[in-house]
């Protein structure tokens, strides 16, 4: 049996989709789905029941996602365990793909996230041409919205503790050779429509990455290879000098940004809601848990 954790907080826009993807197919009577809908002020809690009856769906009125996830562990009872983030997309075929990994070596998998980007802005793309050259791009545990776990690897650390990135967090318990981002197991993760939004999004992703070195400096060695050198190497193209333009300004902001929120002891949840909306309707970024 594969556990699969999905925390919800007001996703009932999207996680009918999800829950179809894991539905469909032979596989359904192999998993074990807990949805935690938290905080939800929408029907997202109603929209799970029907998009799959088999699934245990847990209401609590505390917004949080690492309350969700702690709750989630209570009810789960089997291994391998993936944790699956509500937004995104990912099929039976990936989740059998990651579990069978996880009994063959690695503590810790994930898949290789698919960004998908046909309703962004000229200057999203841009951002995300350039991301894909980079290291970080081939990282699964963290930006594909999944990661799995074995019985071991989730023995190496207690309940998820109060911090921004919880998968940034569960990356950095393994060193590079006990996890893995496996190349035949995709996540479909739906991009910001717009560079603001954009902006948003990476400021809590680095506002996450400053938290968890500050508070982790022994573990933040495992975090992965760095960026730096892939993109100096890039700027030898100048054809590329346009896009590289929009990274390295959406990464000066984003850092901006998040070192505001550190000195304004400022936390919360950046949430992107256009990658949420229908094709045509663009929602502004809110914080929510």
Request: some cysteine; aromatic content about 6%.
């Amino acid at each position: 049996m594969i556990s699969i954790v999905i925390p919800a907080h007001n996703e009932s826009a999207v996680i009918a989709r999800l829950l179809a993807a894991l539905r469909d197919g032979p596989l359904r009577e192999e998993m074990e789905i807990v949805v935690v809908c938290n905080g939800c002020t929408d029907d997202t809690a109603a929209v799970t029941r029907r998009a799959d009856p088999q699934a245990r769906v847990i209401e609590t009125d505390i917004a949080g996602k690492i309350h969700a996830l702690n709750l989630a562990e209570t009810a789960s009872t089997s291994f391998p365990r993936l944790y699956i983030d509500a937004d995104i997309v990912v099929t039976q075929a990936t989740v059998a793909t990651l579990a069978a990994r996880l009994t063959q070596g690695p503590l810790a998998v994930a898949p290789r996230a698919e960004i998908v980007t046909e309703q962004c802005s000229l200057p999203v793309r841009a951002y995300f041409n350039i991301r894909d050259m980079l290291p970080s791009a081939r990282e699964g545990i963290g930006g594909s919205g999944v990661y799995g776990l074995s019985e071991a690897g989730r023995r190496r650390f207690g309940t998820f503790p109060p911090v921004t990135a919880d998968d940034g967090f569960v990356r950095i318990q393994f060193a590079e050779d006990e996890r893995e981002t496996v190349s035949g197991a995709v996540s479909r993760v739906t991009a910001p429509r717009r560079l603001r939004h954009l902006v948003a999004i990476k400021s809590r992703s680095l506002f996450g990455s400053y938290e968890l070195a500050t508070l982790y400096p022994h573990l933040w060695k495992n975090r992965g290879e760095s960026n730096h050198r892939a993109l100096l190497r890039l700027y030898l193209r100048p054809w590329l000098w346009p896009a590289l333009a929009v990274y390295s300004w959406v990464m000066i902001e984003a850092r901006r940004q998040a070192k505001r929120r550190i000195r304004n002891r400022q936390a919360g949840w950046q949430r992107d809601e256009t990658s949420r909306a229908p094709a045509g309707a663009v929602h502004t970024i809110g914080q929510s848990p």
